[in-house]
């Protein structure tokens, strides 16, 4: 018999892209016909390609409805596309009160990649955030619109956060 692993980390470090993805779903706790009771993600992230990180948020998922409980952590900073994969955690921890949380709106990266899409990705993100941090989907586009960064205690206010160790 083969025991169920407890906790697992993965960390995400640079751009959110394909190899994020990638390196994810070829983890050994993704793969396993027995997923960990707890997953710690945690970030260190500029941002990246929105239509990567939804990616990423749907294997996350998957992990979830196996009854995997997320835990993202902010290492130092999170921008653009890595806040809808932070805002997957169930628990969401910061391990600094300066570590900083960046708001703005999407950019387009690909030139095959539409504004109309860029748009829908950007609203289909936003709506995710408002969900998980429990603020109005206005809050996130204000936050956006304002090209906002915030420290990990004004994230800690607005519920984007749960706690700071």
Do not use: W
């Not at 290492?75 to 653009?80: A, D, E, P, V, W």
């Amino acid at each position: 018999m083969v025991a169920e692993k407890v906790g697992a980390l993965f960390k995400i470090k640079g751009r959110v892209d394909e190899s994020i993805s990638n390196r994810f779903k070829n983890e050994d706790f993704f793969i396993s016909m027995y997923p960990p009771e707890i997953l710690y993600l945690t970030m260190e992230t500029t941002g990246g390609d929105l239509g990567e990180a939804s990616r990423f948020v749907d294997l996350v998922q998957i992990l979830v409805s196996k009854n995997t409980k997320i835990v993202t952590i902010n290492n130092k900073f999170i921008s653009s596309a890595g806040l809808p994969i932070f805002a997957c955690g169930s628990t969401r921890v910061s391990n600094n009160s300066l570590n900083t949380f960046f708001f703005h709106r999407a950019t387009r990266g690909k030139l095959y990649v539409t504004e109309q899409q860029i748009l829908e990705g950007e609203r289909s993100s936003f709506e995710l955030m408002a969900d998980q941090f429990n603020l109005s989907i206005d809050s996130i586009y204000d936050l956006a619109n304002a090209s906002k960064k915030i420290n990990s205690l004004e994230a800690k206010k607005l519920g984007i956060i749960h706690m700071i160790i």
